[in-house]
Nanobody, 124 residues
């Protein structure tokens, strides 16, 4: 199993930046693709970004493309989500998730392991 813990959330103003981290423990982190999802109150969970096991392939949701960057450091067992030019509509709880056995970046049911989430609030 893999245990995931997100950090780095907070309250920022529109236009600011934040970097979220996803620290993994347990089985070999490099064996998993990592995805970031978010969920705002009253809304469905939304795909944000994903990165494959090596970091060589990334994929982004349309709403964050060009503003967010996903990365990972397998030596540190950590994934990252750099969020720039934040907007109020980015306000949500952000979750990282891990997936093994394939590359299905947008399909949340393919991710077998989830963190507890970190709150990001962007004020206007």
């Amino acid at each position: 199993q893999v245990q995931l813990v997100e950090s780095g959330g907070g309250l920022v103003q529109a236009g600011d930046s934040l970097r979220l981290s996803c620290a993994a423990s347990g089985r070999t982190f490099s064996g998993y693709s990592v995805g970031w999802f978010r969920q705002a109150p009253g809304k469905e969970r939304e795909f944000v970004a994903a990165i494959n096991w090596s970091g060589g392939i990334t994929y982004y949701g349309d709403s964050v493309k060009g503003r967010f960057t996903i990365s990972r450091d397998n030596a540190k067992n950590t994934g990252y989500l750099q969020m720039n030019s934040l907007k109020p509509e980015d306000t949500a709880v952000y979750f990282c998730a891990a997936q093994s056995g394939g590359w299905y970046p947008k399909q949340d049911y393919r991710y077998g392991y989830w963190g507890q989430g970190t709150q990001v609030t962007v004020s206007s």
